[in-house]
């Protein structure tokens, strides 16, 4: 079985990190504002995840591992992944979405067990 293990980044509030470090994710809190689904969003890219933390002084950025598993671009109007055909032919259902680039850039994951947070990166954003 092919997981699709991949480290990714994803960037959060202040607030929340204790939260994710001690509990993991928990997509029931994501927003409205989504593109690829209505779940936990992560990127290849620490600057793009960057731009979801406070701004403030100190701010914090997780370096995940994430199961991506089989994914299909995503929409802002899914709750669950969509149908995906396999190369057997039969349709299953996908694990994630993504942006849709190859390779991708934004993962959405839709599960809570597909992520781990494994490192916190705490950064400056001062300019000196």
């Known amino acids: 079985v092919n997981l699709n293990e991949t480290w990714l980044f994803h960037g959060t509030k202040s ?25 936990v969003y992560f990127s290849r890219h620490a600057g793009y995840s960057s731009l979801y933390s406070d701004h403030k002084d100190v701010s914090f950025l997780f370096l995940c591992r994430v199961l991506v598993g089989h ?10 992944p969509p149908m995906m055909p396999p190369p057997n032919g039969k349709l299953i259902q996908a694990d994630s979405t993504t942006d849709g680039k190859v390779p991708f850039s934004i993962v959405c ?9 494994e490192y916190i990166i705490t950064f400056m954003n001062k300019i000196a």
Do not use: E, K, W
């Open 15 to 39: 607030d929340n990190h204790h939260q994710i470090m001690a509990h993991g994710f928990n997509r029931s809190y994501c927003n409205d504002y989504v593109l690829y689904g209505r779940g």
């Open 71 to 80: 994914h299909v671009c995503g929409s802002n109007d899914i709750r669950v």
């Open 109 to 117: 994951t839709f599960h809570d067990d597909q992520n781990y947070p």
